[in-house]
């Protein structure tokens, strides 16, 4: 009964990549007894990364949900991908989230790392933690790398452990608030020892530091601190729990999760620390009860999967859900999850995450209510922009039909993929967030669908205009036997300003060309201008129709759009055309030690820098703005991540058309009139 009122609690184990959030994961299933022996992510045994595309990696490529129940409650872990290549898994583990346990290695030069984790858990809101993984690698104190972290955090980060030194190596710990040490065991629980004289002063020193910085937000707890009075454990515990859930303080613990080293001690801190789901439905404005939509999921046992927690309730199969706009809708079967496993269950707990079947009306992000319209003031996150974009192709024909439908799965899968055919090069786009991204989206593509593709960077869509006035005369004439074609037209062409696109202006008079005609003379300009004499598209000129003549009995609505684009065509050749390539506006996001090496690659790549500022809010971040041809932007970001130990990342959008001449330019028209 005590399971059922107090709910499953959500922790997203979160941070960079490498750190071990998955071999954490198993520490914790292990140490809980829901699985017997521990697996190893090097060894491919682990409950989480279980797909084919993350085992080939070596680390997370999705998210993976575990459950645990400990000491008479239930948790479920949302293990996310530390690589911003899939930012996007990582946005729906903390989207329905209790706590974000932030694991991190314990250099303190490898610190900058968790900055862009730790100020995205401050603007969504979200309580979180620290776990110091493989302590007995450090070589550094723990002291150091908290020093290097702070800057990072607005809220103050807590030690709730001092480590036990054993010359080089960490050996156990003083657990802060209770004033006991602790020696290390693998893989079980940590022996109790008595506290080392020579360790008494540091204890002494760091616990009331620890109390200081839980009394700047309890004027109580201070006032015994000013009079040397000694708080009760309760006053500690109930300070660490009610300051974590706000956010006030951050609690920092270590161990190691392949040693199973201060694993348990961890699980005892998120029973204390970790909000309700109560607490997080208020948090997130939800009202009522409701399934908060956190994935979809396609297996090939269970088919499609909407994969929710629940709030405010139990849930059953056949229960009633009604989506925000209104729509109705049948939960089907429920499965509770375990990695890749999904094994069925009657009934799903408050504040669990379960897969639904058969409600095929939503996506992720939804919040579907249950038996009445969800309630939900706060406003849902946008996913990540899908900043890169690779052109697709099947390699068998026979795929073309079955490649859509994929291709659509994929993006319900994940949101941070989008695809559609660009209308310029009428090439299929995929785009996401990396090059990394796209190649485990096209892993899967063949994997689970059968649908093989070559890949390639996409076309520029290169434009190209005039750079003078131009007139030219237009005739068809053809005669074949009967009704002949005839028309003739005179055009006048100028260019325009940057943006201006086309002007058609219509200057006939004396009905030189009758008006239900005229049209198809614009329609044939806008033929020619569909591929200028470059081969680009032709932008930002005006057209007037000055002359013409037309024939009582052969002139037509053909004959004149095709006089329309001969005249255009031989009018465009003689007005000098060059070439316009489409230039970005490039924002970045970089580590400060990395600035100058970035600004050089722009540099590099033809790119006309705008500015470096301080990054507001970062310590030692970088804002650099710089305006990039779109032809350079294809590898950029696998090159900031080169530079940048994989931190910096960068948004483009379209800005303007600029001239392209030279070499370039002509390597460009050359190719393009290449034959196919």
């Not at 979180?128 to 290097?148: C, E, P, T, W």
């Not at 974009?389 to 319900?412: F, G, P, Q, W, Y």
């Not at 796209?438 to 899967?444: I, K, S, T």
């Not at 970005?584 to 705008?610: C, D, E, F, N, Y």
Request: net charge negative; hydrophobic share 45%.
């Amino acid at each position: 009964m005590d399971k059922i009122r107090r709910g499953a609690r959500v922790i997203a184990l979160v941070g960079p990549a490498g750190a071990g959030k998955t071999s954490l994961g198993e520490a914790l299933l292990h140490a809980a007894g829901a699985v017997p022996r521990l697996g190893s992510v090097d060894a491919g045994s682990c409950v989480g990364d279980a797909s084919p595309e993350a085992r080939a990696r070596g680390g997370s490529t999705e998210l993976n949900l575990l459950r645990l129940d400990w000491m008479g409650d239930r948790y479920l872990l949302a293990d996310a991908p530390g690589s911003p290549a899939f930012a996007t898994d990582m946005e729906m583990a903390l989207s329905t989230a209790d706590l974000a346990l932030v694991v991190i290695d314990p250099d303190p030069a490898r610190a900058p790392l968790v900055e862009p984790t730790l100020r995205r858990l401050e603007a969504i809101g979200l309580p979180h933690a620290v776990f110091v993984n493989k302590i007995d690698q450090a070589r550094g104190s723990i002291q150091d790398l908290l020093a290097a972290l702070q800057p990072m955090s607005a809220a103050a980060l807590v030690a709730r452990q001092i480590p036990i030194r054993a010359g080089e190596r960490t050996a156990g710990f003083v657990d802060l608030a209770l004033e006991r040490a602790y020696h290390y065991q693998a893989n079980q629980r940590s022996q109790q020892v008595p506290l080392a004289a020579h360790l008494k002063e540091d204890e002494a020193a760091a616990r009331f530091h620890m109390l200081e910085q839980l009394a700047d937000h309890d004027d109580t707890l201070l006032e015994q601190l000013l009079s040397d009075e000694v708080p009760s454990l309760d006053t500690i515990f109930g300070d660490l729990a009610r300051e974590t859930a706000a956010g006030l303080v951050v609690p920092v613990l270590f161990g190691s999760a392949l040693n199973g080293f201060g694993i348990r001690r961890l699980l005892k801190m998120l029973r204390h620390d970790t909000p309700l789901a109560a607490q997080t439905a208020a948090r997130l404005g939800i009202d009522g009860m409701a399934a908060q939509i956190v994935k979809i999921s396609h297996g090939s046992t269970v088919g499609r999967l909407a994969i929710a927690r629940i709030f405010g309730g139990a849930l059953t199969e056949g229960a009633d859900l009604i989506g925000a706009d209104g729509e109705a809708m049948r939960a089907g079967a429920l499965f509770a999850l375990q990695g890749g496993a999904a094994t069925r269950i009657q009934r799903a707990e408050p504040g669990e995450i379960v897969g639904i079947a058969k409600v095929e009306a939503t996506r992720a992000g939804d919040l579907v209510g249950v038996a009445s319209r969800p309630v939900l003031r706060a406003t849902p996150s946008p996913w990540p922009l899908a900043n890169y974009a690779l052109a697709i192709a099947v390699r068998d024909h026979k795929d073309e039909v079955r490649l859509s439908t994929s291709l659509n799965r994929l993006v319900e899968e994940d949101p941070g993929l989008c695809w559609g055919q660009d209308e310029g090069s009428r090439e299929t786009l995929l785009h996401g967030l990396s090059d990394e991204h796209l190649a485990v989206a096209l892993d899967r593509l063949k994997r689970r669908y059968g649908v093989g593709v070559t890949a390639r960077a996409p076309a520029v869509a290169y434009k190209e205009t005039i750079r003078k006035p131009a007139s030219q005369h237009g005739r068809h004439k053809k005669q074949s036997g009967g009704h002949g074609q005839f028309g003739d037209v005179v055009i006048d062409i100028r260019p325009l300003e940057r943006g201006e696109g086309f002007r058609f202006e219509d200057r006939i008079t004396g009905g030189a060309i009758p008006r239900q005609w005229i049209p198809a003379v614009e329609q044939g300009v806008l033929d020619a201008m569909a591929k200028g004499p470059l081969g680009m598209q032709v932008v930002d000129v005006a057209v007037a129709l000055v002359d013409g003549s037309f024939h009582s009995v052969d002139s037509s609505e053909l004959a004149f759009r095709t006089a329309g684009r001969i005249a255009m065509a031989d009018a465009l050749a003689a007005a000098s055309p060059y070439l316009l390539e489409p230039i970005a506006h490039v924002a970045i996001r970089t580590p400060g030690s990395a600035t100058s090496r970035v600004t050089s690659a722009i540099a590099g790549r033809r790119g006309q820098m705008l500015g470096v500022t301080p990054l507001p809010g970062w310590s030692r971040w970088d804002s650099i703005e710089a305006l990039l041809p779109e032809a350079e932007l294809h590898d950029l970001e696998a090159e900031l991540r080169s530079l940048s130990q994989g931190m910096a990342r960068h948004d483009a959008r379209f800005d303007h058309l600029a001239q392209l001449a030279g070499k370039l330019a002509d390597g460009i028209v050359q190719q393009m009139h290449q034959p196919a």
